[in-house]
């Protein structure tokens, strides 16, 4: 097997089994590609200081001698933008939050934001997947650190309702209002075919108003991909968007991504009423065309070989919201490639378009432009580099020149495998009304991982007052753990 195709190959399915890569393990950030910018989805303001914050996750770092543990942190926003200065660092061994840090946990492989207990700030609930639960291995655990004056501080644990049918229990999180009740939700998924909805409100004695069970239409071969939540139909409701590969016909070899969402009912997700979807690794929710109704945005890294929804180099599908809900069948609002109009760069194999998308109305003019990573991306002879489009609004037939750290003012140099754009995040840190960029080159420096932090403006992303930071600037070692897996806003 070529070596570049090999890397992308073992990158891909990480987002769905966690494989081995280069001597650790390396999520592209499947489960957590944030629905930023969606006029119904959650805020992270930890402090409540009126400005957005932002955590990221390194969730294979080493914590106190323990390999791939794992931890998350918060930069705080200011009116320059994003300030390492101002941060939260947590890991299972601080003080106050459940658990230890032990070998292989993942702590930070999944979050989500949302005030789940009422009291006025953001809160942050952190999946360790891969946390063994007293006998059971890799049973993982949920466990939200709540949001304060001061930031982040403390924890509760967030129980697993069933123990005994699955392991990975905190694999994916999402935050939404699913039954309309005013209080925000928890979807929680699981290494198997099953999610759950851990009912608002959360308090800190660990007590919430109960579960909801929900189970994909077929076998989830590798557990569930990706989940976000956002309202495609209007009613105030949050409806439920997941993915996940299922096997072809017995008779055939190889797998499809799938996806299916649920609305918001009155009693939670109707599960009855699942509405099928294109698969992927990677999903956003947010208004697009402006009609008030949020769109479904899914990316999908993997090739035609390995998946057969797949693509040469990646694709994202965009299905439109509606009073009904998500219309999808045959004809998606679009579906871009590195071939379609408009798209800067060419579509080349394995480039991994579509490793992360975000969407949020950067310049003001009532349309959701359309962040998308292009995480394997060549840039000269560097491999692997990757870059980041961001697509115009309404038609996403237009959008600005790439975004890379070849790009004039965008800190740092290209360099082989730094995965630039493995996530990004549109979301508003400096309260000028105009979502800022941020980006993750999860590979950085041979897997420490780094953000690049933009602003946006009435012009669109600018690279004015562009700041870089990576785990030194917060205090913590310098070492591989994949600093900026997940980013959440």
């Known amino acids: 097997m070529h070596k570049r195709h090999q890397h992308h190959l073992r990158l891909a399915l990480a987002t769905a089994t966690a494989a081995a890569l280069t001597g650790g393990l ?9 629905a930023a910018g969606s006029t119904h989805a959650y805020k992270a303001d930890f402090n409540g200081d009126g400005y957005g914050d932002v955590a990221f996750a390194a969730p294979y770092a080493k914590v106190d001698g323990k390999g791939m543990a794992g931890y998350v942190a918060v930069v705080y926003g200011s009116s320059t933008g994003l300030n390492p200065a101002k941060r ?9 939050v459940p658990g230890t840090a032990e070998v292989e946990d993942g702590f930070g492989r ?36 709540w949001g304060s004056s001061g930031g982040l501080k403390n924890g509760t ?38 999610a759950y909805v851990v009912k608002g409100r959360f308090t800190a004695s660990g007590t919430t108003g ?59 997700p109707d599960t009855a009423a699942g509405r099928p979807l294109n698969g992927g690794t990677s999903i956003a929710l947010g208004d697009i065309n402006g009609d008030g109704y949020d769109e479904i945005a899914l990316g999908n890294v993997f090739a035609k070989e390995d998946d057969h929804s797949g693509s040469l180099g990646g694709k994202v599908t965009v299905i439109r919201g509606s009073a009904g809900g998500p219309v999808n069948g045959d004809a998606p609002m679009a579906e871009l490639t590195q071939a379609s109009e408009g798209v800067p760069g060419t579509d080349e194999e394995n480039d991994g378009f579509g490793g992360s998308v975000s969407i949020a109305d950067v310049n003001g003019d009532g349309y959701g432009e359309l962040a998308i990573g292009v995480p394997f991306e060549d840039i000269g002879t560097k491999e692997d580099t990757g870059t980041t489009v961001v697509m115009a609004g309404w038609s996403l037939t237009g959008g600005r020149s790439p975004i890379s ?85």
């Open 110 to 145: 999944a979050l989500a934001v949302a005030d789940l207990n009422g009291d006025g700030y953001t809160d942050l609930a952190v999946g360790a997947p891969g946390e063994d639960v007293g006998t059971d291995v890799d049973g993982g655990s949920v466990t939200v650190l």
């Open 405 to 489: 750290q070849d790009t004039y003012g965008v800190p740092g140099a290209p360099e082989s495998m730094d995965y630039f754009g493995s996530d990004v995040l549109l979301s508003d840190v400096n309260k000028d009304g105009h979502p800022d960029f941020t980006v993750a080159a999860t590979f950085e420096d041979e897997g420490v991982g780094a953000i690049t932090a933009l602003l946006g403006s009435s012009g669109g992303i600018t690279t004015t007052g562009a700041r870089s930071f990576g785990p030194g600037s917060l205090g913590q070692s310098r070492t591989y753990g994949s600093f900026g897996t997940n980013l959440i806003g």
């Open 88 to 96: 939260t660092v947590v890991s299972q061994n601080t003080t106050g």
């Open 26 to 34: 390396l999520t592209l950030a499947a489960t957590t590609a944030t």
């Open 210 to 268: 109960g579960t909801q069970k929900i189970t994909l239409p077929e076998q989830a071969l590798f557990g569930i991909d990706a989940m976000k939540a956002g309202d495609t139909n209007g009613d105030k409701k949050a409806d439920l968007v997941l993915t996940y590969r299922a096997r072809l016909d017995s008779d055939r070899s190889g797998s499809w991504s799938k996806g299916v969402a649920y609305l918001g009912t009155a009693a939670g």
């Open 157 to 194: 644990t967030v129980k697993d309702p069933a123990a005994s049918a699955h392991d990975q229990w905190g694999r994916g999180l999402t935050a939404g209002d699913f039954n309309g009740d005013g209080r925000a939700d928890l979807a929680v998924a699981t290494g198997s075919s099953h």
